[in-house]
């Protein structure tokens, strides 16, 4: 299973999902996250692949 998970900006809200990230807690499970540092643009807008 692939998941995105967008962040409209860096923050200290977002630390569990970094370590969880870099310690491939993630992948662990078999799911693989892709994480996605969004511009305002695509925040409101949605991603575009």
Request: charged letters at 15%; proline letters at 6%; a negative charge.
């Amino acid at each position: 299973m692939v998941i995105t998970l967008f962040e409209p900006f860096r923050a200290l809200f977002y630390t569990p999902f970094y370590a969880a990230h870099t310690l491939d807690a993630y992948g662990a499970e078999g799911i693989d996250v892709r994480l996605v540092t969004s511009g305002a643009e695509a925040t409101v807008t949605g991603p575009i692949f």
